[in-house]
């Protein structure tokens, strides 16, 4: 017998569910639930338009500072740039043209991704220390010491290798016009 959560909702409690199982769940659809909610236990509920991971990572989003949206920007937009790069590094292998250089093209988007990168790492950094007292190192002396994370520490060591990356590949294109 399949019994959606909705059916036994807690009124007392103005934003938790109970499902059938007993477990108070958010209450993610106002009044009636439509045709659209999935039946069936703990199985994933939808709203009228927008299923439930939608639903939290709006939630998610509203209550994040606006220098942590700002870093999501950052971060997004270099992720985009590393993939425009990218094909235009593809491009340049198929390329056999003697008028084009695509190295410094890629040279440039991989440049503009350090840029973005170092500027949401150095914002992250910079916020996180001054909000949250966040160290870099950990003294020995004190156990509660917060530091930074190893995701902080792939970020700073993505924004060194995109520079490297975009001082070879400008590097490159300049030979290519001397040859």
Known sequence: MFVSFMDNIDSDHPTLARCSRGHHLPRLVQGR???????????SAVTADRPVLTVLLLRVLQRSPGWFKAVQGLMSCAVATSLLSLLIGLFSLCCYCESCNAHQAAGAF???T????????CL???KAHLDFDVEVEADDDTQ???IFGWSFWVAVGAG??????SILYICVGR???YV
């Open 33 to 43: 639930p439509g045709p659209d909610v999935l039946r069936g236990g703990h199985k």
């Open 144 to 146: 509660l010491v917060s």
């Open 110 to 112: 991989i440049n503009l």
């Open 160 to 165: 060194g290798m995109a520079l490297v990356s």
């Open 124 to 126: 992250f950094g910079a």
């Open 114 to 121: 350090f840029v973005l990168v170092a500027v949401a790492v």
């Open 175 to 177: 030979k290519d016009e």
